[in-house]
């Protein structure tokens, strides 16, 4: 049996479609009070809802590798032998999960490891803090540096300061992220992390610490990377857990000064090796431009990664695997499991250098946790305005919105879409991604299965519409 | 002026509370089919509504005292310098507070105390756990300790396995503790910690870690004392954090031989010096039967132990100060920050010695984190049901409930009740307390000061009632 969308069904589809754009466009008054006057019905193919309320029901393809993943793998630092593993890991899964063409693309990055760590103040009132180091931090010797707090409640209040406020003390700074469902806080709030330690360093800082960035009250350290430029000497850069920086303002409050002592011991070498795990499903059309989906594979150190992003190769994977049991797509679906995402989307740059100039129908990653898709945004809105619609029809039974101003969304995707391929962000919610994001806390319960099938489900109904109509095989619809 | 219940009122009060009593076991069919039949009512003296309201509105005293005490001394491990400096810390803060009689009382204990320690698994996936050592806990050399992991679902299972199935191994105990408002799934599941070492040892294991006794999903071991009884060798005994100890479940469950590295690294020393710390508001009869509250001032060495127990001692310090603001009481109200109570209720014990002859009004503690009081009980049922009774009416705005199948409740107050002290017991939600019960989560953020305020209030009217009427000073009162 074939089942695709005839092609008269979608010509008509999308000329009622067009036609109610542009009505609804010319007159929004009117729409809104005549029924007559309604934009036509969109209709979801029966055989993509079927496929989407299959998976929201019943996936377990997505459990199997977050699961399998974080528990036969566990954390997978970038161009470590763990993320080395964890390839190994995912080239045999993929292979035994049926997809084509599984195989490594390596490439070449420095790679930073953490050794001791910690954090004491040593007056006025001697206690212990919990910190980690960010990525790329400079390492203070074994037995660590001592130096006075020096407080700022942004990173401006940083810049604005004399370099004689900062030179010799350990820069202490502060911030207010509040818990957002689009993760909107991150851009702005992750100031600190990202542009702190340079800004300290070229002062004359003897360290830095942040508040860590992140919504939560653990004593958990929020990592991340960053990056020292502008020829800034690396400094020992470190994380507080939220409760302890919010300790530390407390102390500080009370006006004497504040000396802390810093280990924060790791290391760099150069040369190291990562790659991407790609893997297949064939489409009966291989000239035709490629779907590219996918999650990164490589997670920080602290935790196993689940919501970081071992759901997003797995949601990403089991849609791909619906599509295969359901039959031959037209389009290939390119799976990629991106390596050293977390040091700065080395793989996505890498994926994008060997197949940037690749046509591509579309390019999606899922890297947000596993909560629930709230929202799609794409570039198909203007450039295919039937399909979008599809899109949201299809999506709109998941309590999935469409937002007619999204942008494309994904480091990993980025440098792809940059050289010219449409793009689709599934969007998850993020109220509590950042409770648990670059932590030890990032573990398997963190996720919770139903909304991971709400998500491979809402990739299975995108793969559905965009792979351009699935054809059965000879063999029997496998779908457990 | 002088407020307190008039001798008439009281003797009117009881009595028909008492024929109340009466009337309602006699005919509760009646009673309730009938308004003629129910008790008189029962009416809360105005002067204990507004003390009891003034606290749950403005009270600041508990939290300058959880506050200061968190951030100036932080953690306060039992017999240490650190709490010696807590100890010093209550002595000023209680003198500046205005309370009489302020000294420590103390007393000699050995003292255990953490160094390194860290779990992986060696094989077949190497990856890290979280790990703490649990009281008293013996310790590894540096180098730790190597061994193949024996599963067991309960302490009786591991106490029904043959010793050559536990021999030269490293057991590990699961349970399934989950969270309840009376925080009664800490006795039964609490077993693994507190018998599981002894039990492990004595069948020649090598060492053990448990299931962290708490609810929560964090990377944060929950210690927790333990005894090595019956002759049993002191074996490193760890707990791994819930998420750590899940996934170690799901790693036996591949079915291969699990081997784990241990390093669980401490050091005991006997004769350390740990102490109470007391003080008082004179009552005007210093012969009348004393009122003795309070909670403990150690903590177990991971966090500030905001919950576990500063919030106690706050709580119960500024509940005898609002008593004080109003005036004088006619029974003495006596404050314990006891000492050591982590390791086995030493100051509760200490206390019991010096002062358990002396004649005791009631004996109440607070012990169990600052989040509201749902319900109370007391000896008073028994002895006294007119002030049960009173209790009942003044508490009830609160939205706190009777249990009349309640017991007495408290390590620190329990030596002083078997020694014949009446007893009150004011319960609160144990909902999320074992999230962070003796972990590195146990800080100040846990606590909501609006909940910290209920309990204020709820202990400033059973003092009130309790204390035998408050006769003002010459001075204003001074509530703020």
Known sequence: MTWRFSLRTRLIMNRLIITAFFLASAAPALS?????????PVLVDPNVAALRDDALEGDHYAWDVVEGLTTEVGQRLAATDAEARAREWGVQKLKTMGFSNVHIEPFTMPVWTRGAESA????????????AALGYSGSTSPAGVTGEIVYFDSVDALRAAPDSAVKGRIVFIDHHMMPAQDGSGYGQFGAPRRQGPTIASRKGALAIVIRSIGTDHH?????????????????????????????????LK??????????????????????????????????????????????WDLATGAIDDASGVAITTAAARHIMDAGRPLRTIRIVWFGAEEPGGLGGKAYAEAHGKEPHAIAAESDFG???????????????PPTYAQLTA???????????????????????????????????????????????????DKIDPAQLRQNVAAWTAMLAILSGGIESGPKQLKRR
């Open 219 to 251: 004593r958990n350290p929020h990592t991340g990377v960053q990056y020292f430029t502008d020829g800034a000497t690396p400094i020992p850069a470190g994380a507080l857990a939220v409760p302890d920086a919010e300790q530390l303002v407390r102390i």
């Open 394 to 444: 299809a999506l709109a039974p998941l309590g999935i919105t469409k937002n007619d101003n999204g942008d494309a969304d994904g480091t990993d995707v980025e440098p792809t879409v940059a050289a010219g391929a449409p793009w689709i962000s599934l969007n998850q919610d993020g109220t509590r991604y950042f409770d648990w994001h670059h932590t030890p806390d990032d573990t398997l």
């Open 32 to 40: 809104q009070q005549s029924t007559a006057s309604l934009p036509p």
């Open 254 to 299: 009370r006006g004497k000064p504040v000396t802390m002592h810093l280990t924060l011991v790791s290391q760099r070498s150069e040369g190291a090796r990562s790659g991407n795990v790609i893997a297949e499903v064939p489409g009966r059309d291989p000239k035709a431009p490629v779907i590219l989906i996918g999650g990164h594979l490589d997670s």
């Open 370 to 384: 596993a909560d629930r898709i709230w929202r799609f945004s794409s570039q198909l809105m203007k450039t295919d």
């Open 120 to 131: 004491e103040i040593v007056s006025p009132f001697p206690q212990k803090l919990a910190v």
